[in-house]
Nanobody, 123 residues
Framework: QVQLVESGGGLVQAGGSLRLSCAAS????????MGWFRQAPGKEREFVAA????????YYAASSKGRFTISRDNAKNTVYLQMNSLKPEDTAVYYC????????????????WGQGTQVTVSS
């Protein structure tokens, strides 16, 4: 069982930056692909970025590529999402998720989810 706790959300003006963190419990963090998703009101949950268990492969959604950076520190059991040049359309609840020893192709393939952290970007 893995518990995920996101933090770092908040209110920021357009063009600003935020850094989200997701801390995982347990001793097997280094075996999990970690993903970030977001869900805006009235919209489906959408993929933002993912990083494989060793950090060797990284994936971004088209909407986040070039502005967001995903990274992980396996010694701290933490995955990060650095978000720069934020836009009002980035406003959403951001979730981290974990999938063990595979690269998921969709949210249904993740095993564990955090409770989410709110990001609000004002114009």
């Amino acid at each position: 069982q893995v518990q995920l706790v996101e933090s770092g959300g908040g209110l920021v003006q357009a063009g600003g930056s935020l850094r989200l963190s997701c801390a995982a419990s347990g001793h097997t963090f280094s075996t999990y692909t970690m993903g970030w998703f977001r869900q805006a009101p009235g919209k489906e949950r959408e993929f933002v970025a993912a990083i494989t268990w060793g950090g060797g492969s990284i994936y971004y959604a088209a909407s986040s590529k070039g502005r967001f950076t995903i990274s992980r520190d396996n010694a701290k059991n933490t995955v990060y999402l650095q978000m720069n040049s934020l836009k009002p359309e980035d406003t959403a609840v951001y979730y981290c998720a974990a999938a063990q020893f595979r690269v998921p192709t969709g949210p249904n393939e993740y095993d564990y989810w955090g409770q989410g952290t709110q990001v609000t970007v004002s114009s």
